[in-house]
């Protein structure tokens, strides 16, 4: 039991924690409300987490992984080899248009077209991401999104994965994770991000 304030009629302290009135003019004396300690912040709570995963027995030994990323490269350049297979097709087809003459001749130059930019933005995304460093760090997955593109009558729906991920520094981003990581993390999960680019190509969980 808290011990009460002093009297608020004659200011004498009091002389122990049972009695309700003031000794010395019986007043009621009043007792301070009892104090609930409040929950810790989402912040506390996550470098707790942060603290708990640097400290887990094989933390060394997770960060010093070396993920391969050949899956992720093929996958990056059959962007570029489906823009070729594209632009070949679309050469072709100019020969057919071109017999026939009028406009529609000039339908297959436009297919050709976007075929070389198919072909080069797949060939400078596969680029740029085999000659990004492999990065390493700590990190907490704070979100997960899913977008579907195409489905078209003529072609098929792409679905891409991206997961957000916090560091601890409390810097957040966005990546694109490939489908193997994407299945395997939800939001609240603590680990090991490996990041090549702009890319997620691995997320080992640790149990913190």
């Known amino acids: 039991m808290p011990s009460p304030l002093k009297c608020t009629h004659c200011g004498a302290p009091p002389l122990g924690n049972e009695s309700r009135f003031c000794t010395y003019c019986g007043s009621e004396l009043s007792f301070p409300e009892a104090t609930v300690p409040s929950p810790s ?21 997770l960060c010093a992984y070396e993920p391969p990323s050949t899956a992720a490269a093929v996958g990056l350049y059959s ?10 097709i679309a050469l072709g087809m ?24 198919i072909t080069a933005t797949g060939l400078s995304a596969a680029s740029r991401f085999s000659a990004a460093p492999l990065r390493t760090f700590p990190a907490s997955v704070q979100g997960e999104r899913v ?17 957000t991920i916090q560091d601890e520094a409390n810097r957040r981003a966005e990546y694109q994770a ?22 997620l190509i691995e997320f080992i969980v640790v149990p913190v």
Request: proline share 5%; hydrophobic share 50%; no cysteine.
């Open 41 to 61: 912040s989402p912040a506390a709570t996550l470098a707790s987490r942060f603290a708990a995963l640097r400290a887990y027995p094989t933390y060394d030994e």
């Open 94 to 117: 100019t020969f057919v248009f071109a017999a026939v003459g009028g406009p529609m001749a000039f339908a297959p130059l436009i297919m050709v077209l976007a075929g070389v930019f």
């Open 147 to 163: 977008k579907v593109s195409g489905g078209g009558k003529n072609s098929s729906a792409r679905t891409t994965y991206f997961a």
């Open 178 to 199: 490939f489908e193997t990581v994407a299945s395997k993390v939800v939001p609240g999960d603590m680990g090991i991000a490996f990041l090549k680019g702009s890319y």
């Open 79 to 88: 962007q570029a080899i489906g823009g070729v297979v594209f632009t070949v």
